[in-house]
């Protein structure tokens, strides 16, 4: 657990206080609670050759800044930065890379980094291995002379497979590669990937650390000065930056972070129960339960199981009947969020991965993807269940 | 109908559900969908905004586009519209493009496999004799950043037409209120609408603009893939902007002229740099392809060191990275907007250690002319070295 002390004491603070205290005592003009919203582009240079630290907002904004540190710190890294989306942040990363590099992906991976890697970066001589990250053995069977990288989803989206980050980190280290994380679905309260080995996280702050819907942000955290170096050159250069207002959206997310992903977790264990005793579902995924099989893995690097449960139906027929009949969870592309979310990843979040591969992963067109909320679990879990109901039943008759 | 009227009531300026002189923001960041089989005209923020909707549907009107994007930042805009190339590409670039473009290109795209070469666009052979086979576009800014250097939009784009060229151009200076290059030829616009189009220095923001549907759709991938959106906020600050841009222009621009030449008659001048200044070497294309000369201009007065007197002796303008905001902003191109342009590059476009840039905002030009007269007046008087007749005052 990353800790600093309370300034002027020996207090040791815990994450959730961190959290809280986030960007509090920054703003030492008029001691505002609240660190506000810088809507300066530029910033008055007191000579040539001086600066007050801030030149440019694409460079550096106070508010972004602010966030910046927090998500380092809570991250248990040495530099953060701020971009416009989980995407940008993903790709602001990549441009570490250069023609010919070769990269080790997970094979069940969120379809727009999949598009971003296949579609747009193979242009530019980038090229990426597809491996499943659950057994090492095949990680390093994936590595060749180019590799330069390993990039980690654990869990995945969609179908929440465990990767060991410990021994896929080690093995990147005996190699020179980076290890890189996408860390969205488990946000630093549960999991912090530099803890373990890692080298850079990523987050889509679009979910669980804004957490109201309401923001699109991606962030990155970069350990050791030459890597945070590179990425800070990166972030300024391609100009894939947040927006003042939309840090301190992310900002007041952070803050309640603690709080949200203790009821989104206990709400998905509620969710994941109704859904294995329902006579609809055939699979359910969620590292939380003892029968999953990265359960052990992920409970020894992780200290919480998150909001996600994926699930699939019997047939695909289910798939409408269901998605139409849900009542309180709205159907829409997305999570993290305290709303409850349903997608169909198979022509929402997956779709641009092509449907042979999709189906050789287990993305299927029985596959349905929960992010569960903070609604009440009781509402949750009859929601679900009533459109599972009713999922089973067609023109009268049971399927 | 006119600029004025089309930035106002040309596209999607009030919301159609409840009327509302100006459009929402939409803080969502994904859209319910009622039906599995029909999407919704939305369905995540990243891929489609209501309020960065409305923005990009209005910058493409007002270039005369079929498709406008907003992303983060003007470099945002610039790193999003490059990747419509690919490794072994070959781009001509004017020479003197903005410093951060410059960065973008020789390190971070060059890494890419995409070739760069950088060419003194305003001869309209240079870059004839720039393209090779493996060519694949041509990359303008009219004026240039810090010198003005006019490049002729419709003989460069007839000569790209010939070898099947993309010509993108950063319009940022201009704006389409004084120039629109797709009309001149060009197939994209750019813009880095922190500057004229935000207009008050509170956004960071970059636009695009296609000629034509397939590269729209092109871009929009890239846009979506990439994910260097603009945020629904910023968007409607940027729109916000939009609606005055007119007014704004015209008074900054006269004022930018009436201090052109004020500074063109000071003893402590060595040269300025204005296209409304007709000794100015690029005046008769400007004219002829824009219709106006917009609130940038440059100065030299002749060394660092009297550079350095000037920024400590101002009292009005900011001193600052940026240009085009309400406020005048003067800035050092050689350790700010070019800083990232190694010493030797920089010489040879004329980014002089003397070199002031001033973007001219709305203050009074007489409030903005003394302020000037009592930094300028009690610099002594500049003796221009003999080598360097022939760069006397224009």
């Given at each position: 657990?990353?800790?600093?002390?309370?300034?002027?004491?020996?207090?040791?603070?815990?994450l959730e206080?961190?959290l809280?205290?986030?960007?509090?005592?920054?703003?030492?003009?008029?001691?505002?609670i609240n660190?506000?919203?810088?809507?300066?582009?530029?910033?008055?240079?007191?000579g040539?050759?001086?600066?007050?630290?801030f030149d440019?907002t694409?460079?550096?904004?106070?508010?972004?800044?602010?966030?910046?540190?927090?998500?380092a710190?809570?991250?248990?890294?040495?530099?953060g930065f701020?971009?416009?989306?989980?995407?940008?942040?993903?790709?602001?990363?990549?441009?570490?890379?250069?023609?010919?590099?070769?990269?080790?992906v997970?094979?069940?991976?969120?379809?727009?980094?999949?598009?971003?890697?296949e579609?747009?970066?193979?242009?530019?001589g980038?090229?990426?291995?597809?491996?499943?990250?659950?057994?090492?053995?095949?990680?390093?069977?994936?590595?060749?002379?180019?590799?330069?990288?390993?990039?980690v989803?654990?869990?995945?989206?969609p179908?929440?497979?465990?990767t060991?980050?410990?021994?896929?980190?080690?093995?990147?280290?005996?190699?020179?590669?980076?290890?890189?994380?996408?860390?969205t679905?488990?946000?630093?309260?549960?999991?912090?990937p530099?803890?373990?080995?890692?080298?850079i996280v990523?987050?889509?702050?679009?979910?669980?650390?804004?957490?109201?819907?309401?923001?699109l942000?991606?962030?990155i955290?970069?350990?050791?000065?030459?890597?945070?170096?590179?990425?800070?050159?990166?972030?300024?250069?391609?100009?894939?930056?947040l927006?003042?207002q939309?840090?301190?959206?992310l900002?007041?997310?952070?803050?309640?972070?603690?709080?949200?992903?203790?009821?989104?977790?206990?709400n998905?264990?509620?969710?994941?129960?109704?859904?294995?005793?329902?006579?609809?579902?055939?699979?359910v995924?969620?590292?939380?339960?003892?029968?999953?099989?990265?359960?052990?893995?992920?409970?020894?690097?992780?200290?919480?199981?998150s909001?996600?449960?994926?699930?699939?139906?019997?047939s695909?027929d289910?798939?409408?009947?269901?998605?139409?009949?849900?009542?309180?969870?709205?159907?829409?592309?997305?999570?993290?969020?305290?709303?409850?979310?349903?997608?169909y990843?198979a022509?929402?979040?997956?779709a641009?991965?092509?449907?042979?591969?999709?189906e050789?992963?287990?993305?299927?067109?029985?596959?349905l993807?929960?992010?569960?909320?903070?609604?009440?679990?009781?509402?949750?879990?009859?929601?679900?269940?009533?459109?599972?109901?009713?999922?089973?039943?067609?023109?009268?008759?049971?399927? | 109908?006119?600029?004025?009227?089309?930035a106002?009531?040309g596209?999607?300026?009030?919301?159609?559900?409840?009327g509302?002189?100006s459009?929402?923001?939409?803080?969502?960041?994904?859209?319910?969908?009622?039906?599995?089989?029909?999407?919704?005209?939305?369905?995540?923020?990243?891929?489609?905004n209501?309020?960065?909707?409305?923005?990009?549907?209005?910058?493409?009107?007002?270039?005369?586009?079929?498709?406008?994007?907003?992303?983060?930042?003007?470099?945002?805009?610039?790193?999003?519209?490059?990747?419509?190339?690919?490794?072994?590409?070959?781009?001509?670039?004017?020479?003197?493009?903005?410093?951060g473009?410059?960065?973008?290109?020789?390190?971070?795209?060059?890494?890419?496999?995409?070739?760069?070469?950088?060419v003194?666009t305003?001869?309209t052979?240079?870059?004839?004799?720039?393209?090779?086979?493996?060519?694949?576009?041509?990359?303008?800014?009219?004026?240039?950043?810090p010198?003005l250097k006019?490049?002729?939009l419709?003989?460069?784009?007839?000569?790209?037409?010939?070898?099947?060229?993309?010509?993108?151009?950063?319009?940022?200076f201009?704006?389409?209120?004084?120039?629109?290059?797709?009309e001149?030829g060009?197939?994209?616009?750019?813009?880095s609408a922190?500057?004229?189009?935000?207009g008050?220095?509170?956004?960071?923001a970059?636009?695009?603009?296609?000629?034509?549907?397939?590269?729209?759709?092109?871009?929009?991938?890239?846009?979506?893939?990439?994910?260097?959106?603009?945020?629904?906020?910023?968007?409607?600050?940027?729109?916000?902007?939009?609606?005055?841009?007119?007014?704004?222009?015209?008074?900054s621009?006269?004022?930018a002229?009436?201090?052109?030449?004020?500074?063109?008659?000071?003893?402590?001048?060595?040269?300025?740099?204005?296209t409304?200044?007709?000794?100015?070497?690029?005046?008769?294309?400007q004219?002829?392809?824009?219709?106006?000369?917009?609130?940038?201009?440059?100065?030299?007065?002749?060394?660092?060191?009297?550079?350095?007197?000037?920024?400590?002796?101002?009292?009005?303008?900011?001193?600052?990275?940026?240009?085009?905001?309400?406020?005048?902003i003067l800035s050092?191109?050689?350790?700010?907007?070019?800083a990232?342009?190694?010493?030797?590059e920089?010489?040879k476009?004329?980014?002089?250690?003397?070199?002031?840039?001033?973007?001219?905002?709305?203050?009074?030009?007489?409030?903005?002319?003394?302020?000037?007269?009592?930094?300028?007046?009690?610099l002594?008087?500049?003796?221009i070295?003999?080598?360097?007749?022939?760069?006397?005052r224009?």
């Amino acid at each position: 657990m990353p800790s600093q002390t309370i300034e002027g004491s020996g207090i040791k603070m815990h994450l959730e206080t961190k959290l809280v205290q986030t960007g509090v005592g920054k703003e030492e003009t008029t001691g505002a609670i609240n660190f506000p919203v810088y809507y300066a582009t530029a910033y008055r240079h007191p000579g040539i050759g001086e600066s007050t630290g801030f030149d440019y907002t694409r460079t550096g904004n106070p508010t972004r800044a602010v966030l910046e540190e927090a998500i380092a710190a809570a991250e248990s890294g040495d530099s953060g930065f701020a971009c416009a989306s989980g995407m940008a942040a993903i790709h602001t990363t990549m441009g570490l890379f250069s023609q010919r590099d070769h990269i080790i992906v997970s094979l069940d991976l969120y379809g727009g980094t999949y598009r971003l890697f296949e579609q747009v970066l193979t242009r530019y001589g980038l090229w990426f291995t597809y491996a499943d990250l659950r057994d090492t053995e095949a990680v390093r069977a994936a590595i060749r002379p180019e590799t330069k990288a390993i990039f980690v989803e654990t869990p995945t989206n969609p179908l929440m497979q465990i990767t060991d980050l410990r021994e896929v980190a080690q093995l990147a280290k005996e190699h020179g590669l980076l290890t890189i994380v996408d860390n969205t679905f488990m946000t630093p309260y549960f999991q912090r990937p530099l803890e373990l080995g890692a080298d850079i996280v990523l987050h889509s702050g679009t979910k669980y650390l804004g957490g109201h819907n309401d923001v699109l942000a991606g962030l990155i955290v970069t350990k050791g000065s030459e890597l945070s170096e590179k990425v800070k050159f990166l972030h300024n250069t391609i100009g894939a930056v947040l927006g003042p207002q939309d840090s301190w959206l992310l900002l007041r997310g952070l803050k309640t972070l603690a709080l949200r992903m203790e009821r989104h977790q206990s709400n998905a264990f509620a969710v994941a129960k109704q859904l294995l005793g329902h006579p609809a579902v055939s699979e359910v995924f969620y590292p939380g339960l003892p029968e999953h099989p990265g359960h052990q893995t992920h409970s020894s690097q992780a200290s919480g199981f998150s909001g996600m449960v994926s699930f699939r139906v019997r047939s695909a027929d289910q798939v409408p009947v269901f998605l139409q009949n849900l009542k309180l969870i709205s159907f829409a592309e997305s999570l993290g969020g305290v709303e409850s979310l349903c997608t169909y990843p198979a022509t929402q979040t997956h779709a641009d991965i092509p449907q042979e591969i999709r189906e050789y992963v287990g993305v299927c067109d029985r596959l349905l993807r929960l992010s569960v909320g903070i609604e009440h679990p009781d509402d949750l879990a009859a929601d679900v269940t009533q459109a599972l109901d009713a999922s089973l039943v067609t023109g009268g008759q049971l399927r | 109908m006119n600029f004025a009227t089309k930035a106002l009531h040309g596209v999607s300026c009030f919301d159609p559900v409840t009327g509302a002189s100006s459009v929402p923001i939409y803080q969502a960041s994904t859209f319910h969908q009622a039906d599995l089989d029909a999407p919704g005209l939305y369905d995540y923020a990243r891929s489609g905004n209501p309020t960065r909707h409305a923005l990009e549907e209005a910058i493409a009107v007002l270039e005369g586009g079929t498709r406008g994007f907003a992303f983060a930042s003007g470099m945002a805009a610039i790193s999003s519209v490059f990747m419509l190339f690919s490794a072994g590409d070959h781009i001509v670039v004017a020479e003197d493009v903005y410093g951060g473009t410059f960065r973008f290109l020789t390190q971070v795209l060059s890494r890419m496999g995409i070739e760069v070469t950088f060419v003194d666009t305003t001869c309209t052979h240079a870059v004839e004799n720039a393209i090779k086979p493996g060519t694949k576009g041509i990359y303008l800014e009219t004026p240039s950043n810090p010198t003005l250097k006019v490049t002729d939009l419709a003989a460069v784009c007839r000569i790209a037409k010939k070898h099947d060229l993309l010509v993108m151009v950063d319009n940022t200076f201009m704006t389409p209120y004084y120039q629109k290059p797709l009309e001149l030829g060009a197939d994209v616009v750019i813009h880095s609408a922190t500057k004229f189009i935000g207009g008050h220095s509170d956004v960071i923001a970059g636009l695009a603009v296609t000629k034509d549907e397939a590269l729209g759709k092109q871009l929009y991938f890239i846009q979506n893939g990439m994910g260097a959106i603009l945020g629904a906020q910023d968007s409607w600050l940027v729109m916000r902007g939009l609606k005055t841009l007119k007014a704004r222009l015209d008074v900054s621009s006269r004022s930018a002229e009436t201090i052109a030449q004020w500074l063109s008659q000071h003893p402590a001048v060595s040269r300025v740099y204005y296209t409304g200044l007709c000794t100015h070497a690029g005046h008769d294309v400007q004219t002829s392809q824009a219709s106006g000369h917009g609130a940038v201009l440059s100065f030299d007065v002749g060394s660092r060191e009297r550079a350095k007197a000037v920024f400590d002796r101002v009292k009005l303008p900011i001193v600052a990275v940026s240009l085009g905001a309400v406020e005048t902003i003067l800035s050092y191109p050689a350790a700010m907007s070019h800083a990232a342009m190694p010493p030797e590059e920089r010489k040879k476009r004329g980014i002089t250690d003397g070199l002031i840039r001033l973007s001219a905002g709305l203050e009074d030009t007489e409030d903005l002319l003394q302020d000037l007269a009592q930094a300028l007046d009690s610099l002594h008087e500049l003796r221009i070295p003999d080598d360097k007749k022939t760069f006397s005052r224009v």
